[in-house]
């Protein structure tokens, strides 16, 4: 009874600490974001004081022509690119720091819980597949759970763990990067509308 309690109480903060880098992650592409918006409404605003330059000059037609002209289809390219850029920087920037976790004290009671979710999930599970510096972390936490699996280092998993079936025509993917992968999808609407209005 005290083991089970000390592993739920493991497991919320194991979650609480989750929670903790993902809405980090969340304000710092936030960051980002608004200094895109911030770059992107300055080169806007630029090029309304160009066209309104063109106008008081007495170019007939100036605003018109203008948004045909390759400066101002260069001046979208431009603006686009940058919104991208910083759509990149911000998932660059939360992949970044959910690998840094695995660097922390408390990522072995992450990696106990992302193996337990392959085991309980993918029964046909043979061995795992975790980064090289995970291997003896990985045993002892096989050991702490009483499984019997064999462990392979496999340094394309940057924090997490892989599950594959001895015939290894099946596999369950459970890494920070695939967790976040499969979070970007929701996330971007959010970040579109931020981005582009």
């Known amino acids: 009874m005290i083991y089970k309690d000390l ?4 497991d919320r903060q194991v979650e ?3 929670e ?4 980090s992650a969340k304000e710092k592409a936030r960051a980002i974001l608004q200094e895109a918006e911030q770059d992107i409404k300055k080169a806007e605003k630029t090029f309304q004081e160009e066209l309104a330059k063109e106008e008081q000059l007495g170019k007939k037609g100036a ?15 431009l603006i686009l690119g940058v919104k991208y850029k910083f759509f990149e920087q911000a998932i660059y920037l939360s992949r970044k ?26 029964p046909e599970v043979d061995r ?7 291997v003896s972390l990985a045993k002892k936490i096989l050991h702490e759970l009483k499984l019997n699996l064999k462990i392979k280092a496999a340094d394309n998993v940057s924090a997490g763990v892989i599950a594959v079936s001895a015939d ?3 596999s369950v993917c459970n890494t920070l990067d ?11 609407p959010q970040i579109s509308e931020i981005l582009y209005g």
């Open 168 to 170: 290894e025509k099946l």
């Open 16 to 18: 609480a600490d989750r």
């Open 7 to 10: 592993f739920m109480a493991l």
């Open 128 to 134: 795992l597949l975790v980064n090289s510096r995970d």
């Open 178 to 188: 695939f967790r976040l992968d499969k979070v970007i999808p929701s996330l971007s």
């Open 97 to 122: 720091q959910l690998n840094e976790l695995a660097k922390k004290s408390d990522y072995q009671q992450v990696l106990k819980k992302l193996i337990k979710e392959c085991v309980e999930t993918f």
């Open 20 to 23: 903790k880098l993902i809405e």
């Open 63 to 77: 605003a018109k022509k203008s948004k045909s002209t390759p400066k101002n289809t260069h001046l979208t390219k």
